[in-house]
Structures are given as structure tokens and as C-alpha cells.
């Protein structure tokens, strides 16, 4: 679920600045995707 997230967070980013341009806001997208990646990743070593 988190990576599916992340994929299409990135996703917009990657569209965003190719295509949009919309400056500190493709940045903070990319942030957030980032975040989630690496809670999804510290989370699921606890779990296991």
C-alpha cells in the first residue's frame, strides 16, 4: 500500500517537472514520497 503510494507520488513529481513546472511544489511531492518510502521500510523491519 505505502509503495503503491510512493510510485505515484513520484510519478506526479517526475510529470510535474517535466511538465508543469510548478517550482517548490514538485519538490515538497518528492519529499513526502521519500518520507513515506523510508517509514514503509523502517516499519516493515520491525514487523518481521
Do not use: D, N, P, Q
Amino acid at each position: 500500500m505505502i509503495l503503491t503510494i510512493v510510485a505515484i507520488l513520484v510519478v506526479l513529481w517526475l510529470l510535474g517537472w517535466l511538465v508543469f513546472s510548478l517550482g517548490a511544489f514538485i519538490h515538497i511531492v518528492l519529499i513526502i514520497a521519500l518520507i513515506l518510502l523510508v517509514w514503509h521500510l523502517f516499519a516493515g523491519r520491525r514487523r518481521v
